[in-house]
């Protein structure tokens, strides 16, 4: 009986072992993930971006923000290629807004103003793919 206790507890400290290597597995991961900063690059430049991927993020956008760092922006990412507006309410700098495909060609590059009148000017882009980048003008 007492032999099979030190065999059972043996178990456990293993199990338990793995399990908190398992553990330290995914914690390290997460961190490492987390320190990334994201960024966008063409050929010539890369800048530096925040993620807008649920609703709530892509309809707060950039609002009330009064500067932006140089090279930096905003990528709105999309489940679906489809027709998206943008719009500058509460919005205290101009961007620059550029439209990326699914090939991640820009096709089209446009300049918004901060709007200061009520009801604020909607941006109708063409049928635009899956990101969108808005970039301190």
């Known amino acids: 009986m007492k032999n099979n206790i030190k065999h059972i507890s043996w178990t456990w400290f293993v199990i338990g072992l793995i399990f908190l290597g398992i553990v ?43 500067s932006m760092a140089e090279n930096s922006g905003m990528l709105f990412i999309f489940s679906k290629n489809d027709f998206y507006n943008f719009w500058m309410k509460n919005t205290r700098i101009p961007l620059d807004m550029i439209r990326i495909d699914e090939q991640y060609t820009v096709v089209r590059i446009l300049t918004a103003q901060p709007c200061i009148t009520d009801p604020c000017m909607v941006y109708r882009p063409e049928k635009i793919a899956l990101f969108v980048l808005e970039i301190n003008a």
């Open 24 to 66: 330290y597995y995914f914690i390290n991961m997460y961190t490492q993930q987390s320190n990334k900063i994201p960024q966008v690059c063409s050929l010539r430049k890369c800048f530096t971006v925040e993620l807008a991927r649920t609703p709530a993020q892509q309809e707060l956008g950039l609002m009330n923000r009064t």
